[in-house]
């Protein structure tokens, strides 16, 4: 009989997308004139059209494969050499950060690489979680058996939490306690809290202290506008030795339904054997790539070099623009109501707190049903998210007017 992987088991049943989903049909059957006037500023997709430059190089690709002569097959397993090249390049050296070529692993988005990067990381790791976190980090880490079982409020027995709060802007310090690997995400999803260079640089020193390595998602870098914050983790001397960052196509050029990101893995980054030997990621990140997966195909692999074009770059900037122009229109009318809300200035999401005595779910509940408005509960993110929510900026402006306006019902 085939066992199958009892860790699956453990995962808490009310996930918080397939729960926001039950609710709004379960509201739209019951209102039906109502359904058609609702908003979802709830899952974090992107609304706008692929940039032109990336549609004219899918097109070519496209033709490419028409051909004998251009026609490809195989690529290499971590992306053609033009792109990792234009990548190393366009994001990191040309903005001061020693990135090789070869450091850059082309794949088909951060949630599967997230995912992947704990395929080479051993079992008995203490592992840190942001609460509030995007949840890809949890149920990935329960599903390789990293925790124990589901406790409650919706926590896992050993993995270590690293709480969010006003108190601390929603930037975790790091723990007083030795992890061996941490999630770190800034931009943040779902806060919108940025990291400044000085709590970065703490939580590298702490890693080179621990010898913990930084997973550091930078899926929202293309939104930060402040020149002060850093957009990358090896912004930071030595991070290079602590960091593997995972960057996305989906936010920045709308890929989100094309698929495409990529790690970064410097060669410097080491782990730690049971006998104490030291190994570089590297070559675990390689292989496995090598043996896992063919790449990513050819007219995505064209369609992601097309964002370092000048025209790509001046699309990616007019796109996020976009996006946080709708930011700072939710921000005002939040402001207006007298909640206070964080994100939303260098980030794509405003993290807001319900108004006095509500909770999250229960300011949710409020929005759908006198405002058809579909907003993300905070408690969905982990304990800490409890009397926030999330308003996503990914919509079209006139959304997001209608949005601002519907907002007034939270004032009472
Ligand atoms: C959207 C998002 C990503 C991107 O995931 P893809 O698989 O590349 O689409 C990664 N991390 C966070 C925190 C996100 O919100």
């Not at 930078?218 to 960057?247: C, K, L, N, Q, T």
């Not at 496995?288 to 025209?311: F, M």
Request: with cysteine; aromatic share 10%.
């Amino acid at each position: 009989m085939a066992r199958i992987n009892e860790h699956f088991l453990k995962l808490s049943a009310g996930y918080l997308f397939p729960e926001i989903a039950r609710r709004v049909q379960g509201f739209a059957a019951a209102h039906p004139a109502l359904a058609p006037r609702i908003i979802r500023c709830g899952i974090g997709d992107v609304t706008e059209p692929l940039p032109h430059a990336t549609i004219k190089a899918l097109h070519a690709a496209v033709d490419d494969l028409a051909t004998h002569e251009r026609f490809k097959g195989y690529g290499p397993a971590t992306g053609h050499e033009f792109v990792r090249a234009a990548i190393a390049q366009g994001d990191f050296r040309s903005r001061g950060m020693d990135i090789a070529d070869d450091e850059i692993f082309l794949s088909d988005g951060s949630k599967p690489d997230a995912s992947a990067a704990l395929e080479i990381l051993g079992s008995g790791n203490r592992i840190a979680v942001p609460d509030p976190v995007y949840p890809v980090y949890v149920d990935t880490n329960v599903m390789a058996g990293n925790t124990g079982p589901a406790l409650e409020g919706g926590r896992y027995q050993g993995l270590a939490y690293l709480p969010g709060t006003p108190g601390n802007g929603f930037v975790a310090d790091p723990p007083t306690e030795a992890v061996d690997v941490a999630y770190l995400c800034f931009p943040n999803n779902p806060t919108g809290a940025v990291a400044t260079r000085a709590q970065l640089e703490a939580w590298v020193a702490y890693a080179h202290r621990h010898g913990t390595i930084l997973l550091f998602d930078a899926a929202y870098e293309a939104y930060v506008r402040d020149p002060a914050v850093p957009r990358s983790i090896y912004e930071i001397p030595g991070a290079r030795e602590v960091a593997m960052e995972f960057r996305s196509f989906s936010k920045n050029g709308g890929f989100t339904g094309l698929r495409c990101g990529y790690t970064v893995c410097p060669k410097s980054l080491m782990g730690t054997t049971s006998t104490g030997d030291r190994v570089p990621l590297h070559r675990l990140w390689s292989r496995r790539w090598a043996t896992c997966s063919n790449g990513v195909s050819w007219p995505v692999q064209c369609a992601a070099a097309s964002l370092y074009t000048d025209e790509g770059q001046r699309e990616v900037k007019a796109l996020t623009d976009f996006y946080l122009a709708n930011a700072a229109l939710l921000r005002s009318a939040v402001q207006g109501l007298g909640l206070r809300c964080w994100g939303g200035t260098n980030a794509p999401y405003v993290w807001v707190e319900c108004p006095e005595g509500l909770l999250s779910w229960q300011a949710f509940d409020l929005l759908l049903e006198k405002a058809q408005v579909v907003i993300t509960p905070g408690a969905g993110f982990g304990s800490c998210g409890e009397g926030f929510f999330r308003i996503s900026a990914f919509n079209s402006r006139a959304n997001i007017h209608e949005t601002c306006e519907r907002l007034a019902v939270l004032a009472g």
